[in-house]
C-alpha cells in the first residue's frame, strides 16, 4: 500500500506525547497543531507536522490527499457496549412514554429477559450479520476501536453463542474489538429462586469454556438491588481473574451499594456507569487507578439523573466516555452525541470530552499504545471533519453530523 500524505489540515487535535491516562486539570489538554500535515504508511501514523514544514520529497513520494481545511481527530474509542443482540425494543420505549415502570415491563416479559429471549432463539450467522452492519454503521461516525459484552444469553449455549460471535468480529473487523463476559448480567427467571445455581453455572460451566476457547478478554457483572450483590460480584469476579480475565463492572447506576470500593479492591480496569456517586465513592475512586466510564446516553435515554462528571473529575478521578449501545437503555451508538451530551449534561469542556472519549476510553480496553491519539506508530484510524469555525463546534452543532470522512488502517470507509 503507498504512504498517504494528508495534507492543509486546519487542526491535527489530539497530539498527545505520552499514552498515560488524562485526569483531573490533564483532561483539559488536549494538544493540537494549527495547519498541519500527517503521513499514513502501513495503516499507521508514520510523522506530522505543519505545512511550512513538510519535506518537499513527501509530496513526490505519497499519495496526497488535500483535505481542505478539515478538522482531524483520533477516532472514537467506544469501551462500553452491548453490539451483539437479536431485535429492538421499540414497544419498551412506548411503555416507558406511558408511564410504565422499569419492574412493570420486566413483568410483561421485557428488559434485559426480552433481549434474552431472542439471542437464545436466533442464530449465531444471523447474529453475526447483524452486528457486523452495526458496526461498520458505527466506524463510519468515527467509531475506531470497540468493546462488546455478552449478557443477553443468560445460558451456557447462549452465552458461549454470543461470544463466538464476538471472536468472530474480532477476527474480520478493521478494528480493535474487545470481548467481556457479562453472564451476571441479571437471573434468569429459572434460576429467580436459586441464584447461586446460576452463579455456580457461570463458575463452573462457562468460564472454563470461555478460557479454553479464549472467548473473552474481560469479565463484567451487573451489580445494583435484584440483580447482583457486591458480594456476589467479587465471587465472580475472582472466578473470572483465575482464568486471566480483567474486571470491567456495571455499578452505581441506581444505587451506591459499595460497588465503587469493590472494584477498586478487585483491580478493575473500569467502573462503569457511576449515576449515583456519593462524595465517598467520589473519593475513592479518585485516589485509585480504576477508569470511571461515564455512559450519558443511557441516561438520557431513561430520563435518570446524569453522571456527576464534574466531581469526578475536579477530585482527580480518570473518566472515559462510551455509547453503552443496547437495545434496551441506550440505542445508538453515535460517539459523536456522546461528546455532544457530555458537553451540554455533564458540563464537561469539549477537550475533556475529547480525550475521554479517545485516549482514556482506548485506556479503558488496554488499547492506549495502540490507538487513541495522533502519535507516530499508531493505528491511522483517524476521523476527518467537514471545515469547522472550532473545535468547540463539534458539540456545539449536536445535530449535525460532521464527519465527512473516516480512516481505518490508513484507508478511507
Given at each position: 500500500?503507498?504512504?498517504?500524505?494528508?495534507?492543509?489540515?486546519?487542526?491535527?487535535?489530539?497530539?498527545?506525547?505520552?499514552?498515560?491516562?488524562?485526569?483531573?486539570?490533564?483532561?483539559?489538554?488536549?494538544?493540537?497543531?494549527?495547519?498541519?500535515?500527517?503521513?499514513?504508511?502501513?495503516?499507521?501514523?508514520?510523522?506530522?507536522?505543519?505545512?511550512?514544514?513538510?519535506?518537499?520529497?513527501?509530496?513526490?513520494?505519497?499519495?496526497?490527499?488535500?483535505?481542505?481545511?478539515?478538522?482531524?481527530l483520533p477516532c472514537w474509542c467506544d469501551s462500553h457496549t452491548h453490539l451483539v443482540f437479536a431485535g429492538s425494543r421499540e414497544?419498551?420505549?412506548?411503555?416507558?412514554?406511558?408511564?410504565?415502570?422499569?419492574?412493570?415491563?420486566?413483568?410483561?416479559?421485557?428488559g434485559i429477559l426480552n433481549s434474552a429471549q431472542k439471542i437464545q432463539a436466533a442464530k449465531e450467522e444471523d447474529l453475526l450479520?447483524?452486528?457486523?452492519?452495526?458496526?461498520?454503521?458505527?466506524?463510519?461516525l468515527g467509531t475506531g476501536a470497540i468493546e462488546i459484552k455478552s449478557g443477553y444469553g443468560l445460558t451456557v449455549d447462549a452465552?458461549?453463542?454470543?461470544?463466538?460471535?464476538?471472536?468472530?468480529?474480532?477476527?474480520?473487523?478493521?478494528?480493535?474489538?474487545?470481548?467481556?463476559?457479562?453472564?451476571?448480567?441479571?437471573?434468569?427467571?429459572?434460576?429467580?429462586?436459586?441464584?447461586?445455581?446460576?452463579?455456580?453455572?457461570?463458575?463452573?460451566?462457562?468460564?472454563?469454556?470461555?478460557?479454553?476457547?479464549?472467548?473473552?478478554?474481560?469479565?463484567?457483572?451487573?451489580?445494583?438491588?435484584?440483580?447482583?450483590?457486591?458480594?456476589?460480584?467479587?465471587?465472580?469476579?475472582?472466578?473470572?481473574?483465575?482464568?486471566?480475565?480483567?474486571?470491567?463492572?456495571?455499578?452505581?447506576?441506581?444505587?451506591?451499594?459499595?460497588?465503587?470500593?469493590?472494584?477498586?479492591?478487585?483491580?478493575?480496569?473500569?467502573?462503569?456507569?457511576?449515576?449515583?456517586?456519593?462524595?465517598?465513592?467520589?473519593?475513592?475512586?479518585?485516589?485509585?487507578?480504576?477508569?470511571?466510564?461515564?455512559?450519558?446516553?443511557?441516561?438520557?435515554?431513561?430520563?435518570?439523573?446524569?453522571?456527576?462528571?464534574?466531581?469526578?473529575?475536579?477530585?482527580?478521578?480518570?473518566?472515559?466516555?462510551?455509547?453503552?449501545?443496547?437495545?434496551?437503555?441506550?440505542?445508538?451508538?453515535?460517539?459523536?452525541?456522546?461528546?455532544?451530551?457530555?458537553?451540554?449534561?455533564?458540563?464537561?469542556?469539549?477537550?475533556?470530552?475529547?480525550?475521554?472519549?479517545?485516549?482514556?476510553?482506548?485506556?479503558?480496553?488496554?488499547?492506549?499504545?495502540?490507538?487513541?491519539?495522533?502519535?507516530?506508530?499508531?493505528?491511522?484510524?483517524?476521523?476527518?471533519?467537514?471545515?469547522?469555525?472550532?473545535?468547540?463546534?463539534?458539540?456545539?452543532?449536536?445535530?449535525?453530523?460532521?464527519?465527512?470522512?473516516?480512516?481505518?488502517?490508513?484507508?478511507?470507509?
Open positions: 500500500m503507498p504512504q498517504t500524505l494528508l495534507i492543509n489540515i486546519a487542526l491535527l487535535a489530539g497530539t498527545h506525547s505520552s499514552n498515560a491516562v488524562l485526569r483531573g486539570a490533564e483532561l483539559q489538554q488536549l494538544p493540537a497543531i494549527f495547519d498541519a500535515w500527517l503521513l499514513v504508511k502501513g495503516g499507521c501514523i508514520e510523522d506530522f507536522g505543519k505545512m511550512n514544514q513538510l519535506p518537499e520529497a513527501l509530496k513526490t513520494q505519497s499519495v496526497c490527499v488535500d483535505v481542505n481545511g478539515a478538522t482531524i414497544t419498551e420505549f412506548v411503555d416507558k412514554i406511558k408511564g410504565l415502570s422499569y419492574a412493570a415491563i420486566a413483568a410483561k416479559g421485557g450479520e447483524a452486528a457486523l452492519q452495526r458496526l461498520q454503521e458505527l466506524m463510519r452465552e458461549l453463542k454470543m461470544l463466538r460471535v464476538i471472536k468472530e468480529l474480532k477476527r474480520i473487523a478493521p478494528i480493535p474489538v474487545k470481548a467481556t463476559f457479562l453472564g451476571a448480567h441479571t437471573y434468569p427467571l429459572v434460576y429467580k429462586q436459586n441464584p447461586d445455581g446460576y452463579i455456580n453455572s457461570i463458575i463452573k460451566e462457562m468460564l472454563p469454556v470461555i478460557a479454553k476457547e479464549q472467548l473473552a478478554d474481560y469479565i463484567d457483572v451487573f451489580c445494583e438491588e435484584s440483580f447482583f450483590s457486591v458480594a456476589e460480584m467479587k465471587r465472580i469476579v475472582e472466578a473470572g481473574k483465575e482464568y486471566g480475565l480483567k474486571p470491567k463492572l456495571h455499578i452505581n447506576q441506581l444505587n451506591s451499594l459499595g460497588g465503587v470500593q469493590a472494584a477498586v479492591e478487585l483491580g478493575a480496569l473500569s467502573a462503569d456507569h457511576l449515576e449515583t456517586m456519593t462524595d465517598a465513592d467520589i473519593q475513592t475512586l479518585s485516589a485509585s487507578d480504576v477508569i470511571g466510564t461515564l455512559l450519558p446516553t443511557a441516561a438520557f435515554f431513561l430520563r435518570m439523573l446524569y453522571q456527576p462528571a464534574r466531581a469526578l473529575i475536579d477530585a482527580g478521578a480518570a473518566i472515559a466516555l462510551a455509547s453503552d449501545f443496547n437495545p434496551g437503555s441506550s440505542p445508538s451508538g453515535n460517539m459523536n452525541f456522546v461528546v455532544a451530551l457530555s458537553c451540554i449534561q455533564l458540563k464537561m469542556l469539549p477537550e475533556e470530552a475529547i480525550n475521554a472519549a479517545t485516549l482514556n476510553g482506548a485506556a479503558a480496553m488496554d488499547l492506549q499504545d495502540v490507538t487513541g491519539t495522533i502519535s507516530i506508530g499508531k493505528k491511522a484510524n483517524l476521523i476527518i471533519t467537514r471545515p469547522l469555525p472550532s473545535l468547540a463546534y463539534l458539540p456545539y452543532c449536536f445535530s449535525s453530523n460532521l464527519v465527512d470522512r473516516v480512516m481505518i488502517n490508513g484507508a478511507f470507509l
